[in-house]
């Protein structure tokens, strides 16, 4: 029988944080609400230093429009010490119609990025049509830990390390 090696713990690269936010689509937002955190999963996209989403309207809002600095936590787990966790903190903004230039382009590009992981999102045929709400959170801040129980020989990268 084989010994299970002792598992290693280290912080992430900037580099390792953005693939992971890259090659995920499903988050948990964290946020105040009447003096609690409250923690939802919610999809988003990946797009430089900012994560993209859609929501419905309801109280959460509310209090994000008073609150309106996040985190937002994005894990990769294969096993209980074999696993990533990227944390993003920064400000959430909704993106609403606007007749300011700026604000309308960001919202062309967040609904262009949607789009390219759910083409259907806000056309007649979405799935999630009371997910009408467009949101953008800017990056201000983003740390990552890992922890793996594979030997530095074994891991999937030491080879292209050598």
Do not use: C
């Not at 990946?46 to 959460?60: I, N």
Request: proline share 5%.
């Amino acid at each position: 029988m084989a010994v299970p090696a002792e598992p290693r713990f280290a912080d992430l690269t900037e580099n390792e944080i953005r693939a992971i936010l890259a090659r995920n689509r499903i988050g948990r937002l964290a946020f105040s609400y009447r003096d609690q955190v409250e923690i939802h999963p919610l999809h988003y996209v990946y797009d430089g230093d900012w994560l993209f989403g859609r929501t419905s309207a309801g109280e959460k809002l509310a209090s994000l429009r008073r609150n309106w600095w996040v985190a937002f936590n994005v894990d990769e787990v294969s096993g209980p010490f074999d696993w990533h966790s990227v944390m993003v903190r920064g400000g959430f903004y909704l993106l609403s119609e606007s007749d300011a230039a700026d604000e309308q382009a960001l919202r062309e590009r967040a609904l262009a990025r949607i789009r390219e992981a759910a083409p259907e999102a806000l056309t007649a045929g979405d799935p999630v049509p009371f997910r009408s709400v467009l949101f953008g959170i800017a990056i201000q801040e983003l740390t990552g830990r890992s922890a793996t129980t594979q030997h530095a020989s074994t891991a999937p990268d030491a080879a292209a390390a050598e």
